[in-house]
């Protein structure tokens, strides 16, 4: 766990401003993600990563912005925040394949 | 509509009961299920995974099982623990072209009392 940080851990903002949560890896690996958790829904991907400069959609990706110029760091940015965007984001990461995501300790955003 | 269902969705039991989560898929080509631990206010850890050709796998009290005719999968939770309290969450793998894709159950929130 301790390989892999997010933050901040807890966020509120105001509706149409811009968010960017930070994902942060010291293990190397290829592929980084971001999920957000919502009750009743479980976790949805939103954007992944297989290698710097790498991204592509997942589930969800609509009204958020991602970019990888570093292998090390994925950072997921809400370009003009919604009440909906509210949740509790997840970034994890693996070697690629089947491997293990590890996940980092979570995000609260609260958009207000 | 979610292709991996999770049951029950809470469960409630005594310390040092034993307890068993179900987890049901229908995705299809199945590449390998794993069951994750989440912990109140953290991410999801790693229990166990499967690859379709195994029926069983153990972590310490915790044991999984694998039907990959039926599509099903359980866990099972042995003498549990004050700290076993937690939501366990069911995802599998499923093959497609680009690679491969995550299916995430919505978990089952366990609560073990004294």
């Known amino acids: 766990d301790a390989g892999i940080t997010q933050s901040p851990r807890y966020k509120i903002t105001e509706t149409g401003r811009q968010v960017t949560l930070m994902c942060h890896q010291t293990?190397?690996?290829?592929?980084m993600f971001w999920y957000r958790q919502d009750l009743g829904h479980g976790l949805r991907l939103i954007y992944y990563?297989?290698?710097?400069?790498?991204?592509d959609k997942g589930e969800v990706p609509d009204g958020y912005v991602v970019s990888r110029s570093k292998t090390e760091n994925f950072p997921l940015t809400l370009e003009s925040a919604t009440r909906s965007q509210t949740s509790v984001y997840f970034c994890?990461?693996?070697?690629?394949?089947?491997?293990?995501?590890?996940f980092g300790p979570g995000t609260r955003l609260t958009v207000l | 509509k979610n292709q991996v269902e999770q049951s029950p969705q809470s469960l409630i039991i005594l310390e040092g009961k034993n307890c068993t989560l179900q987890?049901?898929?229908?995705?299809?080509?199945?590449?390998?299920l794993r069951w994750y631990k989440q912990d109140t206010g953290r991410g999801p850890v790693s229990l166990t995974i499967?690859?379709?050709?195994?029926n069983t796998k153990s972590n310490g009290r915790y044991t999984a099982t694998l039907d990959a005719d039926t599509k099903q999968s359980s866990l099972h939770i042995t003498a549990s623990q004050l700290s076993d309290s937690a939501s366990y969450i069911c995802?599998?793998?499923?093959?497609?072209?680009?690679?491969?894709?995550?299916?995430f159950g919505k978990g089952t929130s366990l609560l073990v009392t004294p």
């Open positions: 990563s297989a290698a710097a400069d790498i991204t």
């Open positions: 994890a990461s693996n070697s690629g394949g089947w491997d293990t995501q590890y």
């Open positions: 987890c049901n898929y229908t995705v299809s080509p199945f590449s390998n």
């Open positions: 995802v599998v793998n499923l093959r497609i072209n680009s690679g491969y894709a995550l299916n």
């Open positions: 293990w190397s690996h290829s592929y």
């Open positions: 499967m690859t379709f050709s195994e």
